[in-house]
Nanobody, 124 residues
């Protein structure tokens, strides 16, 4: 099993920044990629960004490109999401998740383990 613990959520003003962290523990050697998704009230869970464990290749949702940066520290089994120029529509619960083996990084169906989520609130 892989356990995921997110941190770094909170309240930010529009135009501000937040940095989310997700630490993985347990059987982490099989991780292919780690990603972030978000879910606002009444909406579906949407892909935000993901990074491959090996090579560091990244994928971003169009809404995140140019504003968010995903990075990883393999030694710490941790992934980060730096969010800049936040907008009120970025407010959501942000979830960290991992793909084991291989998978489409943009598809929630590829992810096997999920964290509990961290709330991001953006005031206008």
């Amino acid at each position: 099993q892989v356990q995921l613990v997110e941190s770094g959520g909170g309240l930010a003003q529009a135009g501000g920044s937040l940095r989310l962290s997700c630490a993985a523990s347990g059987r982490t050697t099989g991780i292919y990629a780690m990603g972030w998704f978000r879910q606002a009230p009444g909406k579906e869970r949407d892909f935000v960004a993901a990074v491959r464990r090996s090579g560091g290749g990244t994928e971003y949702a169009d809404s995140a490109k140019g504003r968010f940066t995903i990075s990883r520290d393999n030694a710490k089994d941790t992934v980060y999401l730096q969010m800049n120029s936040l907008k009120p529509e970025d407010a959501a619960v942000y979830y960290c998740a991992v793909i084991l083996g291989w998978g489409n990084m943009k598809s929630a169906n590829s992810y096997y383990y999920w964290g509990q989520g961290t709330q991001v609130t953006v005031s206008s």
